[in-house]
């Protein structure tokens, strides 16, 4: 009896050895299982409640997935968020005789300004159709080069051996011939925009119009823009030649060229041309506009003029 009294007193004592063992184990559970279900994370719980609150955590990487061009945002940028910084005002020369690239450049994505060449077959179509497009229409004078044959010059050609009154009729003939016209810019010219006589007389007749004149820039001793400022007008300049060199891939450089010019400076004036490398010309200056795009915006002449120069002239018409 004893022994069974032992024996029964020995497992009654380790039953409840294992009793309380089991519900310690499940007081343990229960308590971690009610913390994890009250606690959540406490980054998760920030976020929800704070809809922008990744913006406040260094830890969390805010990255936009890499597009499929390479790496550049293939987004165009709003222009009011550049258009104070970085701004280009192209122009495009040699318009008005049907030349090659005509329509390739009235096709381009872009705002830029149209040099018609007056007193030629489609002087007037063009500007026209450039003002129907939007686009900036701009005389583009024939002035007498140092070097050059005359041919090249074309019809109604302002040469410094003219009178004071020759020189004034030639320029007004010429913008009476282009409808549209805000103002005037040399088509060669390097001897003429070096003469302080014959350039007094094409600013003069300028002002008086409430026109404007951008120097081309084929002579880098050029008078035009010293003389523009003393006369109270705008003294706009080409910065840039895109086509000095009449291959696609050239031009695409020259834009990029452009872009940094832009960018460093807050503008840049840059000169393209229709002609007998015009297709080429604008499937480069297309490539380039392709880059340039997120970086720059491409405006009219004159709304360049009107913001770096504060002109607000209004033209007076014959």
């Not at 945002?73 to 970085?86: F, G, K, L, M």
């Amino acid at each position: 009896m004893v022994v069974e009294l032992e024996g029964g007193f020995l497992m009654n004592k380790g039953y409840r050895l294992v009793k309380r063992t089991m519900m310690c184990l499940i007081a343990l559970v229960v308590i971690l299982t009610t913390l994890c279900i009250a606690v959540p994370p406490a980054q998760g719980k920030e976020i929800a409640q704070d809809p922008g609150g990744m913006q406040k955590h260094p830890g969390v990487l805010l990255a936009e997935p890499v597009p499929p061009s390479g790496g550049r945002s293939t987004r165009v940028q709003p222009a009011e968020n550049i258009s104070d910084h970085s701004r280009v005002a192209m122009i495009i020369d040699d318009f008005g005789n049907g030349m090659r690239g005509t329509d390739e450049m009235f096709a381009l994505p872009v705002k830029f300004t149209v040099a018609v060449m007056p007193f030629l077959p489609t002087s007037e179509k063009d500007a026209r159709r450039a003002h129907e497009q939007g686009l900036d229409v701009l005389v583009h004078l024939p002035m007498e080069p140092n070097k050059g044959r005359p041919e090249w010059l074309g019809p109604g050609a302002v040469l410094t051996r003219m009178s004071d009154t020759e020189v004034r009729q030639r320029v007004e003939a010429a913008l009476d011939n282009i409808p549209f016209a805000i103002g005037i810019n040399n088509h060669m010219g390097s001897k003429v925009t070096g003469d302080e006589r014959v350039m007094g007389i094409i600013l003069s007749v300028c002002k008086e119009r409430g026109l404007f004149f951008v120097d081309s820039h084929t002579n880098y001793r050029s008078i035009a823009g010293r003389m523009a400022r003393e006369m109270g007008l705008p003294p706009v300049e080409n910065h840039i030649f895109l086509d000095d060199v009449h291959t696609s891939g050239h031009v695409v450089k020259q834009m990029r060229l452009v872009q940094e010019r832009a960018k460093s400076q807050t503008y840049c004036v840059t000169i393209g041309h229709v002609g007998v490398q015009g297709k080429e010309t604008a499937a480069g200056i297309r490539s380039g506009i392709a880059e340039l795009k997120d970086s720059v915006e491409f405006v009219g002449i004159s709304d360049l003029v009107k913001d770096q120069w504060k002109w607000n002239s209004r033209l007076t018409l014959p």
